[in-house]
């Protein structure tokens, strides 16, 4: 193949390639692959961070979604013992079959925006493989993961995501570090899985749906949003004041809602 073959970037694979030597090597000095580790790679388009990584020693599997793509990147990484290609859609790729060790997969990726929400949670259900999650964002999306309870950024992906994770919000990156330049301003998260979660569920697919209810109506008190599922006496006896709202409560106290719900069944 060419050296000066041009891929045109697709904008339903969310294709922003970053071009900035400056923010390509920040984002690889805050991940700090060393030798013998296991990274996996979302997305890595014409591979501007995956040089970096393989460079680092580490054991690299990338997925990447667009068939175009692929002889690109096997024609530049192809011949390094350490890179494994894997072609595919990472929304649905079973983790399970690189045969990480517990706790210690590296996933990176400057994630193509329309699908990073419900990839951040298909990873989620692996966990426990997962040591850190470097990924590029769209800014809102890092600031919703990273928020506090109080505020209007605190929602269903707080919750869910600081249920697992510890979340650091490490620099914002504008759009001219992009090609195409994106219409909105990005951001790098940090995300590490708790060894041991701080509020352990007694079931979080019950946590998930007492979230998703409370703020289905962010607006409303949570005896209002929660009357299907929790009466204010069962809300109460977790140690709830049923007149907050739903963005006034910490995960602790979700997590409390959600074992009483466990506990009483939903409220008829
Ligand atoms: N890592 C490259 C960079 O920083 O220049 C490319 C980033 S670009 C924002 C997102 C990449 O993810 C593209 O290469 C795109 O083809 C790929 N992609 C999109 N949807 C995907 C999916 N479902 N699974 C795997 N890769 C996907």
Redesign the pocket.
């Known amino acids: 193949m060419s050296e000066h073959y041009q891929h045109r970037a697709?904008k339903r694979?969310?294709?922003?390639?970053?071009h900035d030597a400056g923010v390509i090597h920040r984002i690889l000095r805050s991940i700090h692959a060393r030798q013998g580790e296991r990274l996996l790679?979302?997305?890595?388009?014409?591979g501007?961070?995956?040089e970096g990584l393989l460079g680092s020693g580490a054991q690299l599997d990338v997925?990447?979604?667009?068939l175009d793509?692929i002889p690109i990147l096997q024609h530049k990484f192809g011949q390094l013992p350490n890179f494994r290609l894997n072609q595919?859609?990472?929304?649905k790729f079973d983790f399970r079959k690189l045969d990480a060790e517990p706790h210690s997969l590296r996933v990176v990726?400057?994630?193509?925006y329309n699908?990073s929400t419900p990839?951040i949670f298909h990873l989620l259900s692996h966990a426990d493989l997962i040591r850190d999650m470097h990924f590029?964002l769209q800014k809102e999306v890092v600031e919703r993961l990273a928020a506090e309870p109080g505020g209007g950024d605190w929602g269903r992906l707080s919750i869910m995501v600081q249920y697992h994770c510890r979340v650091e919000h490490l620099f914002n990156v504008g759009p001219g570090a992009f090609n195409p330049p994106p219409k909105v301003d990005s951001a790098i998260v940090r995300l590490v899985p708790h060894e041991v979660l701080p509020h352990p569920a007694k079931d979080a697919a019950m946590l998930e749906r007492v979230v998703r209810e409370a703020f289905n109506q962010r607006r409303k008190t949570l005896r209002n949003t929660l009357k299907g599922l929790l009466d204010s006496a069962a809300i109460e006896a977790a140690g709830v004041d049923g007149s907050l709202r739903p963005e006034q409560l910490d995960l602790a106290a979700f997590v409390r809602l959600a074992d009483q719900l466990v506990a009483t069944g939903p409220s008829s």
């Open positions: 697709r694979f969310g294709q922003n390639f970053l790679e979302i997305g890595p388009g014409q501007a961070l995956t997925i990447e979604l667009d793509l595919g859609d990472a929304l990726g400057n994630l193509p699908i990839l590029m």
